[in-house]
């Protein structure tokens, strides 16, 4: 499996299970003066945060991929989609985040997207074990530093990947991921273009931050 970042909430990852490939796609942005979204990508699955697609680049990404931006199950090339809301909260947004549960080649994959609170009992509940969590720490659009540390510290994922944090060219007012790591306290950091992972490379005991450079 490979993940690559392309900034913001999206996340671009690559699978291959036994003869079945796919590349997922989440959150496509739209174009800023100084950053703009990469129209080479043709994904299978075009996977959104939440339900407002108009808030999305869509399309900004190529081909005709499948779009999810909805609670339920689906599976797409071997890769399976898990999309889950808890009713009891964001009632007052008429789009409410999908928090999204990814299994494929063997590893269980837990994206919040833009999540802007904490994740509900429920919701962990859902989420279940995850191996890799992908999930912003920047604030803006999604939760911050302080409240991402408090996420992982209730998910205890063997991997994660921030996403949404200040970089150059970003309009958005957003933390960097240093404030992120300096808030887990013990931040096991490795920074590369890309995070090519297999289930045998997933860490036994320290948690590993993948922070990728944007793609």
Not at 32 to 49: C, G, N, V, Y
Not at 124 to 144: R, S
Request: proline residues 6%; charged residues 25%.
């Amino acid at each position: 499996m490979q993940l690559f970042w392309h900034g913001y909430s999206s996340v671009r990852i690559e699978t291959k299970t036994g003869d079945k490939g796919a590349t997922l796609l989440t959150d496509p942005y739209p174009n800023e003066a100084s950053l703009r979204f990469p129209r080479t990508i043709e994904p299978d699955i075009l996977l959104l945060s939440h339900q407002d697609r108009t808030q999305f680049n869509i399309e900004g990404a190529g081909g005709t991929p499948f779009i999810i931006s909805d609670p339920g199950e689906y599976e797409v090339q071997g890769l399976f989609v898990h999309g889950f809301q808890d009713p009891k909260t964001d009632e007052a947004e008429k789009f409410r985040p999908v928090i999204y549960r990814l299994v494929a080649e063997g590893m269980r994959l837990g994206f919040l997207g833009q999540l802007k609170r904490q994740i509900t009992d429920k919701e962990l509940e859902e989420l279940g074990a995850i191996d890799i969590l992908l999930l912003p720490v920047g604030g803006g659009e999604g939760i911050g530093s302080k409240e991402a540390s408090e996420a992982i510290s209730r998910i205890e994922p063997r991997v994660v990947v921030p996403l949404n944090y200040s970089i150059p060219g970003i309009k958005t007012k957003l933390e960097g991921v240093d404030a992120f790591c300096k808030s887990l306290g013990v931040c096991k950091r490795q920074d590369s273009n890309k995070l090519k992972i297999t289930k045998r490379d997933l860490p036994s005991e320290d948690l590993l931050v993948a922070v990728l450079e944007r793609a």
